[in-house]
């Protein structure tokens, strides 16, 4: 059972270039997430899926587009990456509200130089 | 957005000793929820706590919900070098969405053999 996989681990980027890291749970969840983890910032929200065909902005959405493509998967784009968007990006997965437990992937190091 | 604080930010210790962190915020929370992350992985869900007053052990860990519910604190008891990483608390906003989860900042958790 690989939970929540994510693709790629690391990545280094030049500004303004563009990238999309994926996102895959196999445990049949509704709700999906990706969060980014800053230094001395914890983790922040960046945009939600709270169930197939919907998505939602969470308290850092700007610069980055997501996509539900399905059941299981939901992918993260940064259309024109900036350096202020290196960090660690995390995908997450629950069955359904917040009680439920919440599954996080491996996290995808992202560098924009 | 509410805010979670965590205390303290750092904690180093000798093993077999004991030890609490918290999380306090003047905002109410349906759930609160603790995490740990060791490093080059995603948070792991530990617990999570619902009533306030709520107390919850884990083999060491005790984990209590204020009666509140505005804050919690996590115990160890005799401390291991295994429990070494970043404690999370993470909480989830009361008459909110069901989908967000507000993230304190983390306590990083030392424990010298």
């Known amino acids: 059972n690989a939970g929540v996989t994510q693709t790629p681990k690391f990545q280094v980027l030049k500004t303004g270039q563009s990238m999309t890291l994926q996102c895959a749970q196999d445990m049949n969840h509704n709700s999906m997430y990706w969060y980014r983890q800053d230094p001395g910032m914890g983790l922040r929200l960046i945009y939600y899926s709270a169930s197939e065909g919907t998505t939602d902005k969470g308290e850092v959405p700007n610069g980055y587009n997501v996509s539900r493509l399905n059941k299981r998967e939901f992918s993260l784009r940064l259309e024109s990456a900036a350096p202020s968007q290196t960090s660690v990006y995390f995908c997450?997965?629950?069955?359904?509200?917040?009680?439920?437990?919440?599954?996080f992937g491996e996290g995808s190091w992202l560098t924009v130089v | 957005t509410q805010l979670l604080e965590q205390s303290p930010q750092f904690l180093s210790i000798q093993e077999g000793e004991n030890l609490t962190v918290y999380c306090n915020s003047s905002s109410v929370f349906s759930s609160l929820q603790w995490y740990r992350q060791e490093p080059g992985e995603g948070p792991v869900l530990l617990v999570t706590v619902v009533t306030g007053g709520e107390v919850k052990k884990l083999k060491r860990l005790t984990f209590q919900f204020g009666d509140a519910r505005k804050d919690s604190s996590l115990h160890i008891t005799a401390a291991q070098p295994g429990d070494t990483g970043l404690y999370l608390c993470?909480?989830?906003?009361?008459?909110?969405?069901?989908?967000?989860?507000?993230f304190g900042k983390g306590t990083l958790l030392t424990v010298n053999p």
């Open positions: 997450a997965s629950t069955l359904g509200k917040l009680r439920n437990t919440i599954y």
């Open positions: 993470a909480g989830e906003e009361s008459g909110g969405s069901n989908y967000k989860l507000t």
